[in-house]
């Protein structure tokens, strides 16, 4: 018995700590998944779709479907359906360390410094980010395959 309190003694403080880094400056730890190197632009130009975790969250947290929430510095859902043509490219953000994401330009405005990407090599991941960057809420898109090349 007493063994067991020992050990829950040195783990609890252990397991706080940690917790408590995971935020320490806004960084969490899937931000060390953030790619560190340009990717090269045939692994980015595709069809992208929402991750099955990110659906589940657009209609779980979100009560819709359509992903209009990205652009809302709150991360507050308008219920609305965002879409339009624009051109995107490179750009270097920076967390702890340099890391490659992508601006959109719209023309009447650009996406700034919210879309990350992740994984050090294809196939990559686009993360948006929702809201406050330290609340690690995010979408996630994977790269699929062209339905109209099928």
């Known amino acids: 018995m007493a063994s067991t309190a020992y050990k829950t003694c040195l783990l609890l403080p252990l397991a706080l700590f940690l917790s408590v880094c995971m935020f320490v400056n806004g960084l969490d730890w899937s931000e060390d998944s953030f790619t560190r190197n340009r990717p090269n632009q045939a692994d980015m130009i595709g ?20 992903p209009d929430w990205w652009l809302d510095g ?4 308008k219920k609305g359906f965002e879409s339009g043509s624009c051109k995107w490219e490179f750009y270097q ?58």
């Open 47 to 66: 069809v992208w779709a929402p991750t099955a975790s990110t659906i589940r969250d657009l209609k779980e947290r979100g009560g819709y479907v359509m």
């Open 74 to 77: 709150a991360g507050e859902s």
């Open 93 to 150: 953000g920076h967390i702890q360390w340099i890391v490659w994401g992508i601006e959109l330009n719209f023309g009447k405005f650009a996406t700034g410094n919210l879309i990350n990407l992740r994984r050090q090599k294809p196939p990559y991941l686009i993360n948006i980010t929702i809201g406050d960057p330290d609340s690690a809420h995010n979408m996630l898109f994977e790269k699929v395959p062209d339905p109209k090349q099928r």
